[in-house]
Protein backbone atom coordinates (compact mmCIF):
# COMPACT_ATOMS: atom_id res chain seq x y z
CA UNK A 1 0.00 0.00 0.00
CA UNK A 2 1.53 2.99 -1.08
CA UNK A 3 2.09 5.84 1.98
CA UNK A 4 0.76 9.13 1.79
CA UNK A 5 2.73 12.43 2.19
CA UNK A 6 3.63 13.56 5.79
CA UNK A 7 1.39 16.64 5.20
CA UNK A 8 -1.72 14.76 3.89
CA UNK A 9 -1.30 11.68 6.52
CA UNK A 10 -1.06 14.09 9.48
CA UNK A 11 -4.41 16.22 9.57
CA UNK A 12 -3.04 20.02 11.18
CA UNK A 13 -0.31 20.15 9.86
CA UNK A 14 0.99 23.25 8.31
CA UNK A 15 0.12 24.26 4.27
CA UNK A 16 3.31 24.16 2.41
CA UNK A 17 4.79 27.93 1.82
CA UNK A 18 3.14 30.38 -0.58
CA UNK A 19 -0.13 27.81 -0.62
CA UNK A 20 -2.56 29.74 1.61
CA UNK A 21 -0.32 33.36 2.23
CA UNK A 22 0.01 34.44 -1.56
CA UNK A 23 -3.68 35.54 -2.31
CA UNK A 24 -3.93 37.80 0.89
CA UNK A 25 -0.57 39.25 -0.21
CA UNK A 26 -1.67 39.51 -3.57
CA UNK A 27 -4.70 41.39 -2.15
CA UNK A 28 -3.29 43.86 -0.26
CA UNK A 29 -0.48 44.78 -3.24
CA UNK A 30 -3.70 45.40 -5.40
CA UNK A 31 -5.38 47.43 -2.49
CA UNK A 32 -2.21 49.49 -2.00
CA UNK A 33 -1.68 50.24 -5.55
CA UNK A 34 -5.51 51.18 -6.30
CA UNK A 35 -4.65 53.52 -3.17
CA UNK A 36 -2.03 55.19 -5.16
CA UNK A 37 -3.62 55.77 -8.03
CA UNK A 38 -6.97 57.25 -6.84
CA UNK A 39 -4.40 59.49 -4.89
CA UNK A 40 -2.57 60.73 -8.08
CA UNK A 41 -5.82 60.72 -9.74
CA UNK A 42 -6.94 63.17 -7.07
CA UNK A 43 -3.44 65.21 -7.06
CA UNK A 44 -4.23 65.48 -10.57
CA UNK A 45 -7.33 66.89 -11.31
CA UNK A 46 -6.26 69.36 -8.41
CA UNK A 47 -3.26 70.50 -10.32
CA UNK A 48 -5.49 70.77 -13.63
CA UNK A 49 -8.47 72.83 -11.88
CA UNK A 50 -6.29 76.04 -12.39
CA UNK A 51 -6.04 75.31 -15.63
CA UNK A 52 -9.02 74.43 -16.80
CA UNK A 53 -10.60 78.00 -15.08
CA UNK A 54 -7.92 79.51 -17.36
CA UNK A 55 -9.02 78.03 -20.28
CA UNK A 56 -12.80 78.84 -18.90
CA UNK A 57 -12.01 82.05 -18.48
CA UNK A 58 -10.41 82.88 -21.82
CA UNK A 59 -13.89 82.43 -23.63
CA UNK A 60 -15.91 84.47 -21.51
CA UNK A 61 -16.76 88.28 -20.77
CA UNK A 62 -14.93 90.15 -18.39
CA UNK A 63 -17.61 90.65 -15.94
CA UNK A 64 -18.40 86.25 -16.43
CA UNK A 65 -15.03 85.64 -14.83
CA UNK A 66 -15.31 85.98 -11.37
CA UNK A 67 -18.97 84.68 -10.81
CA UNK A 68 -20.35 82.62 -8.15
CA UNK A 69 -20.64 79.92 -8.16
CA UNK A 70 -18.29 79.09 -11.18
CA UNK A 71 -19.39 78.57 -14.37
CA UNK A 72 -17.15 76.61 -16.07
CA UNK A 73 -18.83 75.89 -19.42
CA UNK A 74 -19.97 79.78 -21.02
CA UNK A 75 -22.94 79.60 -22.59
CA UNK A 76 -21.29 81.83 -25.21
CA UNK A 77 -17.83 80.76 -25.92
CA UNK A 78 -16.39 84.09 -27.14
CA UNK A 79 -13.75 82.93 -29.47
CA UNK A 80 -13.03 85.76 -30.86
CA UNK A 81 -11.13 86.63 -27.37
CA UNK A 82 -7.95 84.76 -29.31
CA UNK A 83 -8.36 87.00 -32.06
CA UNK A 84 -8.71 90.27 -30.18
CA UNK A 85 -5.80 89.97 -28.58
CA UNK A 86 -3.59 90.01 -31.52
CA UNK A 87 -5.12 92.95 -32.24
CA UNK A 88 -4.68 95.18 -28.89
CA UNK A 89 -1.79 94.21 -28.13
CA UNK A 90 1.82 92.98 -30.30
CA UNK A 91 1.23 89.87 -28.82
CA UNK A 92 3.91 88.31 -31.68
CA UNK A 93 6.47 90.72 -30.42
CA UNK A 94 6.17 89.87 -26.43
CA UNK A 95 6.37 85.68 -27.19
CA UNK A 96 9.07 86.64 -29.61
CA UNK A 97 10.96 88.68 -26.91
CA UNK A 98 10.14 85.96 -24.27
CA UNK A 99 11.20 83.27 -26.43
CA UNK A 100 14.65 85.12 -27.22
CA UNK A 101 15.49 86.00 -23.80
CA UNK A 102 14.60 82.18 -22.31
CA UNK A 103 16.50 80.51 -25.37
CA UNK A 104 19.77 82.50 -24.55
CA UNK A 105 19.92 82.23 -20.55
CA UNK A 106 19.18 78.43 -20.68
CA UNK A 107 22.11 78.34 -23.29
CA UNK A 108 23.98 79.57 -20.69
CA UNK A 109 22.95 78.23 -17.94
CA UNK A 110 23.44 75.16 -19.41
CA UNK A 111 27.02 75.84 -20.61
CA UNK A 112 28.03 77.54 -17.13
CA UNK A 113 26.41 75.03 -14.84
CA UNK A 114 27.92 71.70 -16.36
CA UNK A 115 31.72 73.41 -17.00
CA UNK A 116 31.75 74.59 -12.90
CA UNK A 117 29.71 71.18 -11.51
CA UNK A 118 32.78 69.16 -13.85
CA UNK A 119 35.11 71.27 -11.58
CA UNK A 120 33.44 70.89 -8.47
CA UNK A 121 33.35 66.94 -9.29
CA UNK A 122 35.81 65.73 -11.17
CA UNK A 123 38.91 68.37 -10.68
CA UNK A 124 40.76 68.16 -7.58
CA UNK A 125 42.03 71.62 -6.03
CA UNK A 126 42.14 72.60 -2.41
CA UNK A 127 39.13 74.33 -0.96
CA UNK A 128 36.98 72.31 -3.61
CA UNK A 129 34.06 71.21 -1.35
CA UNK A 130 34.14 74.81 1.02
CA UNK A 131 33.91 76.72 -1.91
CA UNK A 132 30.93 74.75 -3.51
CA UNK A 133 29.09 74.79 -0.37
CA UNK A 134 29.91 78.53 0.08
CA UNK A 135 28.44 78.72 -3.65
CA UNK A 136 25.24 76.75 -2.76
CA UNK A 137 24.70 78.72 -0.05
CA UNK A 138 23.31 81.88 -1.86
CA UNK A 139 20.74 79.61 -2.96
CA UNK A 140 19.32 81.01 0.34
CA UNK A 141 19.84 84.06 0.19
CA UNK A 142 16.27 85.70 -1.27
CA UNK A 143 16.81 87.56 -4.53
CA UNK A 144 14.93 90.84 -2.92
CA UNK A 145 18.17 90.85 -0.40
CA UNK A 146 20.48 92.04 -3.28
CA UNK A 147 18.12 93.09 -6.10
CA UNK A 148 18.96 96.77 -5.61
CA UNK A 149 22.80 96.85 -5.88
CA UNK A 150 22.24 94.78 -9.02
CA UNK A 151 20.00 97.07 -10.73
CA UNK A 152 22.72 99.76 -9.40
CA UNK A 153 25.55 97.91 -10.86
CA UNK A 154 23.66 97.62 -13.93
CA UNK A 155 22.66 101.27 -14.44
CA UNK A 156 26.08 102.47 -14.03
CA UNK A 157 27.18 99.88 -16.80
CA UNK A 158 24.53 101.78 -18.99
CA UNK A 159 23.00 98.10 -19.61
CA UNK A 160 19.28 98.95 -18.02
CA UNK A 161 16.34 98.66 -20.45
CA UNK A 162 18.60 96.20 -22.83
CA UNK A 163 18.13 92.53 -22.53
CA UNK A 164 21.81 92.16 -21.51
CA UNK A 165 20.83 93.31 -17.98
CA UNK A 166 18.91 90.12 -17.42
CA UNK A 167 21.02 87.96 -19.48
CA UNK A 168 24.39 88.87 -17.79
CA UNK A 169 22.72 88.29 -14.28
CA UNK A 170 20.77 85.12 -14.83
CA UNK A 171 23.57 83.38 -16.78
CA UNK A 172 24.75 81.95 -13.95
CA UNK A 173 22.57 79.84 -11.10
CA UNK A 174 23.70 77.99 -8.47
CA UNK A 175 20.97 75.67 -8.35
CA UNK A 176 22.35 74.59 -12.07
CA UNK A 177 25.61 73.39 -10.36
CA UNK A 178 24.35 72.26 -8.12
CA UNK A 179 21.72 69.82 -10.13
CA UNK A 180 24.82 68.91 -12.51
CA UNK A 181 27.06 68.39 -9.81
CA UNK A 182 25.19 65.34 -8.30
CA UNK A 183 24.43 63.65 -11.48
CA UNK A 184 28.39 64.18 -12.34
CA UNK A 185 29.28 62.57 -9.17
CA UNK A 186 27.39 59.31 -10.17
CA UNK A 187 29.78 58.61 -12.97
CA UNK A 188 32.62 56.94 -12.09
CA UNK A 189 36.05 58.63 -11.75
CA UNK A 190 37.87 56.00 -13.52
CA UNK A 191 36.35 57.02 -17.17
CA UNK A 192 38.05 60.53 -16.47
CA UNK A 193 41.04 59.00 -14.77
CA UNK A 194 41.93 56.90 -18.13
CA UNK A 195 40.78 60.04 -20.31
CA UNK A 196 43.91 61.83 -18.45
CA UNK A 197 46.42 58.93 -18.83
CA UNK A 198 45.26 59.02 -22.99
CA UNK A 199 46.46 62.15 -22.40
CA UNK A 200 42.81 63.78 -23.11
CA UNK A 201 42.85 67.50 -21.42
CA UNK A 202 40.30 68.61 -18.67
CA UNK A 203 38.48 70.40 -21.77
CA UNK A 204 38.77 67.51 -23.50
CA UNK A 205 37.00 65.37 -20.71
CA UNK A 206 34.06 67.81 -20.61
CA UNK A 207 33.77 67.68 -23.96
CA UNK A 208 33.85 64.21 -24.82
CA UNK A 209 32.88 62.16 -22.24
CA UNK A 210 31.09 64.23 -19.18
CA UNK A 211 28.98 65.99 -21.90
CA UNK A 212 27.21 62.93 -23.65
CA UNK A 213 26.99 60.91 -20.64
CA UNK A 214 24.72 63.80 -18.93
CA UNK A 215 22.16 64.21 -21.51
CA UNK A 216 19.20 63.61 -19.24
CA UNK A 217 20.42 66.06 -16.48
CA UNK A 218 21.17 68.96 -19.17
CA UNK A 219 17.58 67.89 -20.85
CA UNK A 220 16.29 68.58 -17.51
CA UNK A 221 18.66 71.67 -15.97
CA UNK A 222 17.79 72.92 -19.77
CA UNK A 223 13.82 72.81 -19.10
CA UNK A 224 14.04 73.67 -15.59
CA UNK A 225 15.61 77.17 -16.92
CA UNK A 226 13.17 77.71 -19.59
CA UNK A 227 10.51 77.47 -17.89
CA UNK A 228 11.73 79.90 -14.75
CA UNK A 229 12.70 82.71 -17.33
CA UNK A 230 9.37 82.55 -19.60
CA UNK A 231 7.30 83.02 -16.24
CA UNK A 232 9.75 85.78 -15.07
CA UNK A 233 7.85 88.83 -14.43
CA UNK A 234 9.88 90.92 -11.85
CA UNK A 235 13.66 90.43 -13.69
CA UNK A 236 12.31 92.24 -17.20
CA UNK A 237 9.70 94.17 -15.15
CA UNK A 238 12.69 96.03 -13.49
CA UNK A 239 15.18 96.61 -16.38
CA UNK A 240 12.95 96.60 -19.64
CA UNK A 241 11.19 100.29 -19.47
CA UNK A 242 11.23 100.35 -23.71
CA UNK A 243 7.49 98.35 -24.88
CA UNK A 244 9.37 96.88 -27.74
CA UNK A 245 11.36 95.14 -25.12
CA UNK A 246 8.61 93.60 -23.36
CA UNK A 247 8.12 89.87 -22.47
CA UNK A 248 4.46 88.18 -22.51
CA UNK A 249 4.43 88.73 -18.51
CA UNK A 250 5.06 92.45 -19.17
CA UNK A 251 2.72 92.43 -22.52
CA UNK A 252 -0.47 90.67 -20.51
CA UNK A 253 -0.08 93.66 -17.55
CA UNK A 254 -0.80 96.31 -20.26
CA UNK A 255 -4.45 94.88 -19.59
CA UNK A 256 -4.82 95.99 -16.60
CA UNK A 257 -6.24 99.38 -15.69
CA UNK A 258 -6.81 102.44 -13.63
CA UNK A 259 -9.78 101.19 -11.82
CA UNK A 260 -10.12 97.73 -13.53
CA UNK A 261 -8.85 94.86 -15.46
CA UNK A 262 -9.86 92.87 -18.62
CA UNK A 263 -9.58 89.36 -17.12
CA UNK A 264 -10.64 87.65 -20.09
CA UNK A 265 -8.05 89.26 -22.13
CA UNK A 266 -5.71 88.36 -19.52
CA UNK A 267 -6.43 84.83 -19.13
CA UNK A 268 -6.57 84.53 -23.13
CA UNK A 269 -3.26 85.78 -22.94
CA UNK A 270 -2.46 83.40 -19.87
CA UNK A 271 -3.68 80.54 -22.17
CA UNK A 272 -1.08 81.39 -25.88
CA UNK A 273 1.80 81.83 -23.06
CA UNK A 274 1.07 78.65 -21.83
CA UNK A 275 1.55 76.71 -24.68
CA UNK A 276 4.64 76.79 -26.04
CA UNK A 277 5.59 75.73 -22.57
CA UNK A 278 3.29 72.79 -22.72
CA UNK A 279 4.79 71.51 -25.91
CA UNK A 280 8.13 71.95 -24.50
CA UNK A 281 7.47 69.97 -21.77
CA UNK A 282 5.55 67.45 -23.70
CA UNK A 283 8.70 66.61 -25.65
CA UNK A 284 11.33 67.00 -22.47
CA UNK A 285 9.12 65.09 -19.69
CA UNK A 286 11.40 62.01 -20.25
CA UNK A 287 14.56 63.35 -19.68
CA UNK A 288 13.60 65.28 -17.47
CA UNK A 289 12.09 62.76 -15.14
CA UNK A 290 15.45 61.23 -15.69
CA UNK A 291 17.70 63.62 -15.13
CA UNK A 292 15.96 64.34 -11.91
CA UNK A 293 15.70 60.58 -10.64
CA UNK A 294 19.51 60.14 -11.32
CA UNK A 295 20.60 63.33 -10.00
CA UNK A 296 20.08 63.11 -6.60
CA UNK A 297 16.98 65.03 -5.94
CA UNK A 298 14.85 62.33 -6.29
Known amino acids: ?26 GRSTLRRALAYA ?4 VTVLVLVPFAWMLSSSLKRDNQVFTVPIQWIPQELRWSNFIEIWERIPLLTYLGN ?12 VLTGSFAAYGFSKVRFPGRDALFLAYIA ?97 GPFIYLTSNELWTIQLGLRSFVGQYDAEYAMIMTGAVLSVLPIM ?20
Open 279 to 298: VIFLFGQRYFIRGIATSGLK
Open 138 to 234: TIAVPWQAYMVPQYIMMQQAELTDTYWSIILLQAFGAFGVFLMRQYYMSIPDDLCEAARIDGLSEYGIYWRIMLPLSKPALASLALLTFVNTWNDYM
Open 39 to 42: GLSV
Open 98 to 109: SAFLSVMITLLQ
Open 1 to 26: MTALPDTAARPGAAPAPGAGGAAPRR
